[in-house]
């Protein structure tokens, strides 16, 4: 694995299947620390993706999950 990226000392990384096709893996502090973007310090999705430079859809699952468990829904 090949380390593509620092934010924040979480390290992202690429699994090398294929030259065409390569998938994200993301530590799951990065994740909550790209939710806390937008639910602590007034991100919004897409600014936090273009800082992040990651998907909008995934910072909206991330997000989701946080702020649900902060208003008592269980998944």
């Not at 273009?50 to 902060?70: H, Y």
Request: no cysteine; glycine share 6%.
């Amino acid at each position: 694995m090949t380390p593509i990226t620092n934010v924040g000392g979480n390290i992202a990384t690429i699994n090398e299947a294929s030259d065409d096709q390569k998938a994200t893996f993301l530590s799951p502090e990065f994740k909550q620390k790209a939710a806390s973007l937008v639910l602590d310090r007034g991100y919004t999705i897409p600014r936090a993706s273009v800082s992040l430079e990651t998907g909008e859809s995934a910072i909206q699952r991330w997000v989701i999950q946080p702020s649900e468990k902060r208003d008592g829904v269980t998944p």
